[in-house]
């Protein structure tokens, strides 16, 4: 079976800081997007997940090593060394370059800062020692400085015979690599150099990057901050040293990026040959099947609605949103006369809501407001890290006709809705809901997290609200996992009020298991034909597909869904985002290649997106009614890539066991025991899917946490 390994896990967890995992997603997303998905991953996950089957690198970022020690000495370090020993690559930043020698020593003669100990991992064989360069103070950027750096281009692949030999990196607090040089017969690389004095003692050679073969294995550990980019570093007037450090980095630009695109080449890594920016925000549009129902849909969003200077807006837990009337001429420069200094007064004349909720709450969400106003107008200029819950959302009603194409160039309303209807139709939905309002982008930051991160709105849409995007730049998976979701992909959200008195005959844990029969029907349902389309479910949320033309018939996942819920009193407020490859080949295949190696034309986006829709409401309708059928069960055993699969239960102490299905009543997973020569014994196992991961490709489920 095709393992698949296409993820970048980067280490967000204890000891890391915001800012240095930041810096590694932006700049890993710009050289490996789309060939990877780059995934922010805690500590929990190193240690209990089955991440190394899919991993292609892990990454270390900057902060404080001691909190990876607190957090992964023992079984994290264990399976990190197993991983990197069996053909996995690791990239350390800084303190991740310390965490990944034999020993740390940090500010030895410095009774406050001092941090002297062995390591575990002890990829470098020797001290990192630090600080190369003298002033570091924690939080801050007073000791940092541009250290030159030369390059070793005879330890790097394919080096361009032009490319400068030196270059300026931002460096905070790094150390040398002692006695690299020394080393070198136990298979260590010094790839770039310190040029400057240094602060501490390096033994033979100023080592600033290394590399090293471990196992099967690569590593590469560094000192400075070759991952940090000049255009996210912010200039401080009381500090002009960290204004002319900035200045000497972007200088040399150019030749930090080639650097980086080498030393992940080092690592075996598919790099791109420019780099793919992450694109901006676009305008949400509302549609809906009967064009007045939008004006009803937003007359119901009285009470979330504030006026500011004449404009609606609803603010959010997590975004802001701005609704454009069809005759406004808003834009963020356009905001300049309603954007004061939020120290001052704001006019009564200013503000309102149409609730008439009391004054004081008014000024407080203006305030907030007006501070997204502010940052949308000052820091979406450029490339740079954004904080994308303080960007306004443009929300733009289409209460009298559909979007025209110019204005949704990728995404073709009327067509999904004829679709829409004629599924539905097909289905005998009558009054359907699923689809009938939809909110398109696009590009978004996560359709999941437009809705379930903003309760105050969530609660004020019908169930069957749809929203959809073209592209993702903060996609959601389950636990902390996001990425960046290539173009190509059909990615939705559906909300789904679910009752509560109905959540015992009809489990809310079975909405994924819905959705999943949902996408299989709308793959095989699209048209006459499409019933081949090999496409499989594994336990609990993904979609794999079995690849054509290849003498194993392997599978790789092709999809995922995301269920999120919570309970405001009277019913469950599900949102059940889907993401499906339909046309983007990479990471791994898409349906669109599916239906190629069928002879079958390429799906599209709207009809296929109306096919799960209709589908997803029938099943509902049906799962509300009479809860999970056995019909519901078999058609869902069909797709299932694990009935009677072997595997091992690091939850019941290594036991080994057969997968035999999931139960109708709340949706857990059966496996029967086995005992001597895998013979059952008679115990059967049940296992939640929130609270069990399950690593298909090693028959191996591990507990969650």
């Not at 967890?13 to 997603?25: K, P």
């Not at 990026?257 to 080498?262: A, G, H, N, Q, V």
């Not at 009614?625 to 939850?651: C, K, N, P």
């Amino acid at each position: 079976m095709a393992t698949g390994k296409m993820n970048v896990l980067v280490y967000s967890g204890n000891g890391s800081t915001t800012e240095s995992v930041r810096h590694c997603l932006y700049t890993l997303r710009r050289l490996l997007s789309p060939t990877y998905a780059i995934i922010p991953v805690t500590g929990d996950v190193i240690i209990k997940e089955p991440w190394t089957a899919s991993c292609v690198l892990l990454v270390f970022p900057g902060g404080a090593d001691l909190g990876y020690c607190r957090t992964l000495n023992g079984p994290g370090n264990r399976r990190i060394s197993l991983y990197v020993n069996r053909g996995g690559s690791y990239l350390g930043f800084c303190a991740g370059g310390y965490y990944g020698s034999s020993r740390c020593e940090f500010e030895v003669n410095d009774p406050k800062l001092a941090v002297v100990g062995d390591r575990e991992l002890g990829f470098f064989p020797g001290t990192c020692r630090g600080l190369a360069f003298p002033g570091f103070v924690y939080s801050s950027e007073a000791g940092a400085r541009a250290a030159e750096l030369k390059i070793n281009k005879e330890a790097l692949p394919d080096v361009n015979p032009h490319m400068k030999e030196t270059f300026k990196s931002y460096y905070n607090g790094g150390g040398v690599f002692v006695d690299a040089k020394k080393l070198e017969s136990r298979g260590v690389e010094t790839l770039a150099s310190y040029t400057e004095d240094l602060n501490v003692d390096a033994g033979e050679g100023a080592a600033a990057v290394v590399y090293r073969k471990v196992g099967q294995g690569h590593v590469v550990l560094t000192g400075p901050h070759p991952e940090f980019a000049p255009a996210n570093l912010t200039r401080t007037p009381q500090m002009p040293s960290y204004s002319e450090a900035i200045d000497q980095i972007t200088s040399t630009d150019a030749t930090r990026i080639e650097f980086m695109r080498l030393i992940l080449r080092k690592l075996g890594l598919k790099v791109n040959d420019e780099e793919q920016a992450v694109p901006s925000l676009s305008s949400l549009h509302l549609s809906a099947h009967k064009a007045a129902d939008v004006a009803d849909l937003i007359a119901s969003w009285s009470s979330i609605l504030t006026v500011v200077d004449g404009e609606e807006y609803i603010l959010g837990q997590n975004d802001c949103f701005h609704l454009e009337s069809e005759h406004s001429v808003w834009a963020v420069e356009g905001l300049k006369n309603a954007v004061q200094a939020l120290e001052n007064v704001i006019p009564d004349a200013m503000i309102g809501n149409r609730a008439g909720d009391q004054h004081t709450q008014d000024k407080d969400t203006v305030k907030g407001i007006l501070e997204r106003i502010e940052y949308t107008r000052n820091y979406t200029t450029g490339d740079r890290i954004l904080d994308y819950n303080m960007i306004i959302k443009t929300l733009k009603p289409h209460e009298k006709e559909l979007p025209s194409s110019r204005e949704t160039p990728y995404f073709h309303h009327d067509s999904f809705y004829a679709n829409l209807e004629h599924y539905h139709a097909m289905l005998r939905n009558p009054g359907f809901a699923f689809g009938s309002y939809l909110m398109y982008g696009e590009v978004v930051t996560s359709t999941n997290t437009l809705l379930e991160k903003n309760p105050s709105l969530l609660r004020h849409l019908p169930t069957g609200f749809t929203i959809t995007a073209t592209q993702q730049i903060a996609g959601r998976g389950r636990g902390s996992n996001v990425w960046v979701a290539p173009p190509g992909a059909l990615m939705f959200s559906t909300v789904l009020h679910h009752s509560f008195q109905i959540s015992q005959s009809a489990p809310v844990i079975f909405v994924q298991y819905l959705a999943a029969l949902a996408i299989v029907r709308g793959i095989k349902s699209y048209a006459p034909g499409y019933s081949d389309i090999g496409v499989k479910l594994k336990w609990p949320n993904d979609i794999y597909a079995r690849l054509p033309g290849s003498p194993d018939n392997p599978v790789v996942k092709i999809g995922g869904i995301l269920v999120n819920s919570s309970y405001s009193g009277t019913s469950y407020d599900i949102v059940c985002g889907i993401g499906l490859n339909l046309a983007n080949p990479l990471p791994t295949t898409s349906l669109n290649m599916l239906a190629e190696a069928a002879n079958l034309k390429p799906f599209t986006y709207e009809k296929l997106l109306a096919s799960i829709l209709a589908h997803f409401e029938f099943l509902y309708t049906d799962f509300c009614s009479r809860g999970f059928t056995r019909d519901m069960e078999d058609e869902y055993y069909a797709a299932w890539l694990h009935m009677d699969q072997i595997v091992t239960l690091e939850t019941h102490e290594g036991a080994r066991a057969k997968i035999k299905g999931i139960t109708r009543d709340w949706g857990l997973l059966l496996a029967e025991e086995l005992g001597w020569e895998d013979r059952p014994t008679g115990r059967i196992v049940q296992l939640q899917s929130d609270s069990n991961s399950f690593d298909f490709f090693k028959g191996l489920i591990r507990r969650k946490v």
